[in-house]
């Protein structure tokens, strides 16, 4: 039985263009040349159609690969460790700023991530 989103990889692997390489690159904030945007079309066409091909696998009579008795959250626990007292981190900041008042405030000034 073939999912849903079967029809979208096949669709978008048969429509990918150029125009759709530049759209993604420039959501991405990158600058392609045109023979990056041709190669990036090519091989982003060439992955959709290798995942339309794997879609097409029939996984009916495999038994799924995973183990009940392994704890399914394997997270590890936060644990506290030395490190840097605020005053050194501070210290070494280019451009770090003390509040007024405060023994052990101060906090970090970073450039502009968004808009």
């Known amino acids: 039985m073939l999912s849903r989103s ?5 669709y978008m692997a048969n429509q990918l263009t150029r125009h759709d390489v530049n759209r993604i690159a420039e959501l991405a904030h990158l600058q392609l040349s ?4 041709a190669l990036f079309t090519r091989q982003l066409g060439d992955i959709l159609r290798y995942a339309e091909r ?21 997270r590890r626990m936060d644990q506290i460790r030395p490190s840097l007292s605020r005053e050194d981190t501070l210290e070494n900041a280019p451009d770090s700023r ?9 906090y970090f000034r970073v450039p502009r991530v968004i808009g």
């Not at 045109?34 to 945007?37: L, T």
């Not at 794997?54 to 394997?74: F, G, H, I, K, Y």
């Not at 003390?98 to 101060?106: F, S």
Request: with cysteine; net charge negative.
């Open 54 to 74: 794997l879609q097409e696998v029939d996984t009916t009579t495999v038994e799924m690969n995973c183990s009940e008795s392994e704890p399914a959250d394997r």
């Open 6 to 10: 079967y029809g979208r990889v096949l």
């Open 98 to 106: 003390k509040v007024p008042g405060q023994e052990h405030g101060g």
């Open 34 to 37: 045109d023979e990056e945007a």
